[in-house]
């Protein structure tokens, strides 16, 4: 086995990124929460890219079902824990990484994972998690980068001063702490995101609706498909790679979606063309969800 060298390793980013950055994405830190989907396509490409230090978490194992998009899922990976089997490939990748492995615990951690790692990346498909993220991340200084629960890839980067998505979005957890969220108030707090996304871009037109309500009144997983997927992961790998070199990107915290189908990119809609929209979209939600069994 050929000796390990991290500057041939991360030679072919010169050019993309000077000497001294890549120096600083060596000493950088991560925390990634959730490694399956979007977390794990993101996870990959700063491991790649040469980001040196992490905190990886994720309490599920693989199924088959993930086969088809999360790029730690291998057939012999099936049944195994994700968290652990992502570990494993990152050092296959850079055997001098540093990697801090967590399970389930991690929600009781971020107090001090937040205060540590300053550059945050959430992966997890769980809305009470992501609250409690969030409120963490502001309380110690910490940059969060996100995406939509979307048919479109998209990116999100909520910095220390900005709002928190349940305050922007109006979730119904604004002010209620943690142990008072209920399963309600998380399932509304999802059709808020739903509502958000299909105001701000054409979402609806590259997606089953059918499929969508389901997934909305909690009778069908969430639909995935690997470019939206792994694609929305390499977005949010490009914002924490700009964040530990120093660089400042134009996407805030309302984010903007890739549309591939169209070859652009959907910015927020401006507050009178949004307003309109969302009455529209509001109205439709109504009886998308009206016609659940």
């Known amino acids: ?29 991560v925390f990634v929460a959730g490694v399956g989907g979007m977390g794990g396509a993101c996870f990959q490409a700063l491991v790649r890219a040469g980001v ?30 994700k968290a652990e089997a992502a570990c494993e490939a990152a050092r296959r990748i850079n055997p001098d990484v540093e990697i801090e492995r967590l399970g389930g615990e991690w929600v009781d951690r971020l107090d001090d994972l937040c205060a540590r790692y300053r550059v945050i990346v959430n992966g997890t498909d769980d809305i009470a998690a992501g609250v409690a993220l969030y409120r963490a991340a502001q309380a ?22 900005d709002p928190r998505p349940e305050a922007r979005l109006g979730y119904p957890t604004r002010g209620k702490a943690l142990d008072a969220i209920t399963p309600e108030d998380l399932g509304q707090s999802f059709l808020k995101e739903l509502e958000y996304v299909l105001t701000h871009s054409s979402a609806a037109r590259h997606v089953d609706l ?34 530990l070199m120093g660089r400042r990107s134009a996407t805030d915290c309302r984010g903007w979606f890739l549309n591939g189908f169209a070859g652009r990119v959907e910015k ?6 949004a307003v309109v929209k969302g009455a529209l979209v509001r109205a439709f939600m109504a009886r998308m969800m009206k016609g659940q069994p």
């Open 1 to 29: 086995m050929n000796e390990f060298d991290y500057a041939e390793f991360t030679t072919r980013n010169i050019g993309f990124v000077t000497p001294e950055e890549q120096a600083r994405l060596r000493s950088g830190a």
């Open 52 to 81: 040196g230090r992490f905190a990886v978490c994720d309490i599920d194992v693989f199924e088959t079902s993930n086969l088809n998009r999360q790029v730690f899922a291998f057939t012999d990976t099936v049944g195994r824990d």
């Open 140 to 161: 110690a200084g910490a940059t969060v980068i996100d995406a939509y629960a979307s048919p479109l890839p998209s990116v999100i980067v909520v910095r220390p001063e």
């Open 210 to 243: 059918g499929v969508a309500a389901a997934v909305a009144a909690g009778k069908a997983k969430r639909m995935s498909f690997a470019p939206m997927v792994i694609g929305t992961g390499c977005l949010m790998a490009y914002e924490a790679l700009w964040l």
């Open 268 to 273: 927020p809609a401006p507050w009178p063309v």
